[in-house]
């Protein structure tokens, strides 16, 4: 079992830059892929950034060159790094632990609202 909290999140203005972070409890935290979602009101979840175990990562391409994740398995905490945040950036966003062995884990969510 794996419990995920998510925190940072705010509200900013657009340009600015805000830093989510992930912390998981349990074991095995570096054997699970991790990713970020995020849901704005009335739209579908999407998909902004996963790393792997290993350490590879992929972007949506709206927050490519943007958004940076990343990850410290001493510290069982994924991270997002959110630079030139714009306000259709504003979401709810949701941390994600994957392992096709362990199971799949979902946070709560955390706010990030982006002003004009």
């Known amino acids: 079992q794996v419990q995920l909290v998510e925190s940072g999140g705010g509200l900013v203005q657009a340009g600015g830059s805000l830093r989510l972070s992930c912390a998981a409890s349990?074991?095995?935290?570096?054997?699970?892929?991790m990713a970020w979602y995020r849901q704005a009101p009335g739209k579908q979840r999407e998909l902004v950034a996963t790393?792997?175990?290993?350490?590879?990562?992929n972007y949506a391409d709206s927050v490519k060159g943007r958004f940076t994740i990343s990850r410290d398995n001493a510290k069982n905490t994924a991270f997002l790094q959110m630079n030139s945040l714009k306000p259709e950036d504003t979401a709810v966003y949701h941390c994600?632990?994957?392992?096709?062995?362990?199971?799949?884990?979902w946070g709560q969510g955390t706010q990030v609202t982006v002003s004009s």
């Open positions: 349990g074991s095995r935290f570096s054997a699970y892929a």
């Open positions: 994600n632990a994957n392992s096709a062995r362990w199971g799949m884990y």
């Open positions: 790393i792997s175990s290993g350490g590879s990562t």
